[in-house]
């Protein structure tokens, strides 16, 4: 399945390091996703890029910055994290057409963060 | 506030049939998602429900109650390839999905 793909798959950084993840969706949809996934929690929704507008969940720290170029490609810049920001962070894409939201999620494989 | 609920694991026999249970409380109420998930791997959609009823889908059928707030996925059959975590997620009235906490179903020969 290479519908979504994220790179890189494995991520050990430091704090007061510099990284991005990367995302790209191969499937002409028009809105991706972060989510970070902790265990036993539930997926926690980051950003949205949809229908050219972003909607962020407004807990997620300024230490996530994400940035959408273009409809195929998504970034999530990390800086200065903290341990408890390891996670598996997971990108998604949608074909969103206007007022509705049913459409169905295609999720990449994830990346693995470790912050030591 | 908005909340699913879902057993945190569950475990099964190889052939055998296993239901598993998810309840969600939201603003509103525009349908829910089931997904399967395998260790170290992306969520894969499965289902989606908006009416009550059963939806069959080869081995997995899942059914919905609105008035229950009650979902369930069914999966019969089972094989050792169905070990895996299966994650409840309820769209509400501003099409946020609310996700559960996922169940990790464990297969056993």
């Known amino acids: 399945e290479t519908g979504v793909t994220q790179t890189p798959r494995h991520l050990v950084m430091g704090m007061t390091n510099k990284k991005s993840l990367k995302c790209e969706q191969h499937l002409g949809h028009n809105a991706m996703y972060w989510y970070k996934q902790s265990a036993k929690k539930p997926l926690e929704l980051m950003f949205v890029y949809s229908l050219e507008e972003r909607v962020e969940n407004n807990s997620v720290p300024s230490r996530f910055s994400p940035e959408c170029p273009n409809s195929s490609h998504l970034f999530l810049h990390l800086h200065t994290l903290q341990p408890e920001d390891s996670a598996l962070y997971l990108c998604?894409?949608?074909?969103?057409?206007?007022?509705?939201?049913?459409?169905?999620?295609?999720f990449g494989p994830g990346t693995r963060l470790t912050v030591l | 506030g908005q909340n699913i609920d879902q057993p945190t694991e569950m475990t099964a026999t190889e052939g055998a049939i296993v239901q598993i249970n998810c309840t969600y409380q939201?603003?509103?109420?525009?349908?829910l998602f089931w997904y399967q998930q395998h260790a170290g791997e992306a969520p894969t959609f499965l289902s989606y429900n908006v009416l009550d009823g059963l939806e069959e889908k080869g081995r997995f059928s899942s059914f919905l109650s609105r008035s229950k707030g009650y979902s369930y996925l069914l999966l019969k059959e089972l094989q050792m390839k169905d070990s895996a975590s299966y994650l409840c997620a309820a769209l509400d009235s501003n099409y946020q999905l609310i996700w559960g906490a996922g169940t990790k179903l464990i297969i056993k020969p």
């Open positions: 998604a894409s949608s074909q969103r057409t206007s007022g509705s939201g049913t459409d169905t999620q295609y």
């Open positions: 939201t603003s509103g109420f525009n349908g």
